[in-house]
């Protein structure tokens, strides 16, 4: 069993920056593609960002393409997220998530986290 733990979430305004980071657990960390969802009240769960086992490939959602950058560390089984010029529309639960096998760009996530909530005042 993977356990899957977010950080680093907040209150934050309007074209200011956090990182948020995910630690998970196990020794095949290098293994698992890393995802970042995000769901704001009412809506659905969106795939906001992940990144490949390898790093060779990353994906990130049209409406954050240029402000965040999702990274990772293997040696320390974490991946980040750093978000810069935050919106007010940004504000959601964020969770983190790994996935064995199969593509990063998913839905289908074998781990999740609890989540952190980021808020972005205008």
């Known amino acids: 069993q993977v356990q899957v733990v977010e950080s680093g979430g907040g209150l934050v305004q309007a074209g200011g920056s956090l990182r948020l980071s995910c630690t998970a657990s196990g020794r095949t960390f290098s293994n698992y593609a890393m995802g970042w969802f995000r769901q704001a009240p009412g809506k659905e769960r969106e795939l906001v960002s992940s990144?490949?086992?390898?790093?060779?490939?990353?994906y990130y959602a049209d409406s954050v393409k240029g402000r965040f950058t999702i990274s990772r560390d293997n040696a320390k089984n974490t991946v980040y997220l750093q978000m810069n010029d935050l919106k007010p529309e940004d504000t959601a639960v964020y969770y983190c998530?790994?996935?064995?096998?199969?593509?990063?760009?998913?839905?289908?996530?074998?781990?999740w986290g609890q989540g952190t909530q980021v808020t972005v005042s205008s």
């Open positions: 998530a790994a996935r064995r096998v199969g593509s990063h760009i998913s839905y289908d996530y074998d781990y």
């Open positions: 990144i490949s086992w390898l790093v060779a490939s990353t």
